[in-house]
Each structure stands twice: as structure tokens, then as C-alpha cells.
């Protein structure tokens, strides 16, 4: 009886082990081919594109709206009296008109974020489409598509997830208070929203719904490790952001640096879930129409030829 526990035991044990090797090696070799493909010139255009989308709305916003919001902006501190005091006594130091300096910049630190939100959304609703488009156009050409999402299905699962994740959050916001948690717990849940979506928009044209709720199944974990690790690269911008917030002199040159590392890693993120996803999908329809956890819409005519030429 001792024996064939050890056996069973050893058996399990080499079977999750059979079952980890392909998906580390499809985890790393996404990996590397998402880093690679962030130096396709259509990668690089696509990262940019954010830049010049600021640079055409501020120039636009600013022709019309800057003398008047900088008006506005000029009495709210003038019509504190606190202000007044301080203004005054920066004067009388030798500083000089400090509102004047002051009002511009503070109209700029606050129109920057809604600028800089809008151009990043505008951007994300065509970049994960055409990332993974590329992917499939270069790599998975002979990939049968079965449009399993369709865009409607893609928004109303984009917001459901949202919305889970956001509850999530609340939920959670006391754990926050422990110091290795607030560490830990926000990134879970960012991780699971960006695998949820762009794991979604990845397979949404090429899998049909019973083959993307098997590809969740089969790789929920590394899906999620996706997602976390690339929700802690996209912490990296944020460091950025502060620093140009902190060194005003230098707010022109780093903030546009945050929005292009942003896009970048939003692309290589969407890079990286197209690779692994669309390999998964391709590797699943390899596997025999009977196999025990294979969809029943997983096989294809590349599959069932094996097949008959084993059975023959």
C-alpha cells in the first residue's frame, strides 16, 4: 500500500511537472518576443503617437482657452487672502511677481493629466487591436480565425472586469494599511483587470468562446503573472510623473518621457498576452480531437490529419 502511494505521488508529481515545463517555456518565449517586437518601427510609431496627439490637443486647447483659464486662475488666488499675504511678503523679500509665475504653472500641472489621459485612452482603443494584429499577420498567419469576441462582447467584458476589479479594491482598502500588503494586493488586482482584458482583446478574433474559457482555465496563473508583472513595469512612468511634478524646471522634458514609457509598456504588455495566448490557442488545436481536456471546437484539419495518419 506505502508503495504504490509513492508511486501515485511520484506519478502527480511528474505529470505538474510535464504540464509546468511547456507553459514556462511559453511564458518566457512570449517574454522575449514582445521585448523584441517593441523595436518594430510600427511598435515605435504607435509609442509616439500619444506625444503628438498631446502636442496637437494643448496647442489646440491653449490657442482658445489659455488667457482665459490663466484670467481665472489669477483671481482664485487673488481672492484669498492668505495668498495675498504670501504674495506680498515674496515681494518684499526680493522675489519679485511670484502669481504671475505661479498661475501658469499651476494651470499647466493641472491641464497636463487630462490632456495626457485623453491622448493615452484615445491611443489604447486602437493599439491592442492593431499589436495584436501584427502578431497574427506575422506569426500566426495560418491561424483559423472563429471570431469568438466580438467588439461589443470586448467592451461589456472590459467594464464588467473593471468593475469587479474596482469593488475588489474598495474591499481591500483596509489591508492597504499593512505595509508588505499595500505592496502585494494592488498589483494582484490590476494584474487579474489586465489579464482579464487583454488576454480577451488577444484571442477575441482568432478563438471561439468555448476555446478562450479553456485557454483561461488551462493558464490562469501565467496569464495573471503577466498581468502583475507588467502592472509593476507601469509603476515605472509614475516615478517619472512625480519627478516632474517635484522639479518643475525640468516638467516639459519628463512628463512627455512618462507618457512614451507608459505607451511602451501598455505595447509590450499587449505584445506579450498576443504572443502567449495566440501560441496557446495554436498549441491547444494541435492537440487529438479526444484528448481528455481539449474543446470540442479546439481541433482543425491539421490535428485530424495527424490523427488519421496515426490510426492508419
Not at 478574433?205 to 507588467?230: D, K, Q
Request: net charge positive; with cysteine; proline share 6%.
Amino acid at each position: 500500500m506505502l508503495r504504490e502511494r509513492q508511486a501515485s505521488r511520484t506519478g502527480e508529481g511528474e505529470e505538474r511537472a510535464a504540464r509546468y515545463a511547456p507553459a514556462m517555456k511559453l511564458f518566457l518565449d512570449s517574454f522575449w518576443r514582445a521585448a523584441a517586437y517593441c523595436l518594430h518601427p510600427r511598435v515605435m510609431f504607435l509609442s509616439l503617437l500619444p506625444l503628438a496627439i498631446m502636442v496637437v490637443l494643448s496647442l489646440g486647447l491653449g490657442y482658445f482657452y489659455w488667457h482665459p483659464a490663466l484670467d481665472w486662475v489669477g483671481r482664485m488666488l487673488d481672492a484669498s487672502a492668505f495668498l495675498r499675504g504670501v504674495w506680498g511678503w515674496l515681494q518684499g523679500i526680493g522675489v519679485g511677481d511670484a502669481k504671475s509665475v505661479m498661475a501658469p504653472l499651476i494651470l499647466l500641472i493641472a491641464a497636463t493629466p487630462l490632456v495626457v489621459l485623453g491622448s493615452l485612452l484615445l491611443v489604447a482603443a486602437f493599439m491592442g487591436p492593431a499589436l495584436s494584429k501584427l502578431v497574427a499577420q506575422r506569426r500566426f498567419a495560418h491561424l483559423e480565425r472563429k471570431h469568438g469576441g466580438s467588439v461589443a462582447m470586448s467592451i461589456a467584458w472590459s467594464l464588467g472586469s473593471t468593475l469587479l476589479a474596482l469593488l475588489a479594491l474598495v474591499i481591500s482598502l483596509p489591508l492597504w494599511l499593512i505595509p508588505p500588503l499595500i505592496l502585494v494586493v494592488p498589483p494582484l488586482i490590476w494584474g487579474w483587470l489586465t489579464y482579464r482584458v487583454m488576454a480577451f482583446d488577444a484571442l477575441s478574433e482568432h478563438a471561439s468562446s468555448e476555446e478562450r474559457r479553456e485557454i483561461f482555465r488551462r493558464h490562469r496563473s501565467w496569464l495573471l503573472g503577466i498581468g502583475v508583472l507588467t502592472g509593476y513595469l507601469g509603476a515605472a512612468p509614475s516615478i517619472v510623473w512625480a519627478s516632474g511634478v517635484l522639479f518643475a524646471a525640468a516638467f516639459v522634458i519628463l512628463v512627455p518621457l512618462a507618457i512614451w514609457i507608459y505607451t511602451l509598456v501598455f505595447a509590450f504588455a499587449s505584445l506579450w498576452f498576443a504572443h502567449y495566448c495566440l501560441a496557446a490557442l495554436e498549441s491547444m488545436r494541435r492537440e487529438p480531437a479526444s484528448g481528455p481536456s481539449a474543446p470540442t471546437a479546439g481541433a482543425t484539419p491539421l490535428a485530424s490529419g495527424d490523427d488519421a495518419n496515426q490510426n492508419a
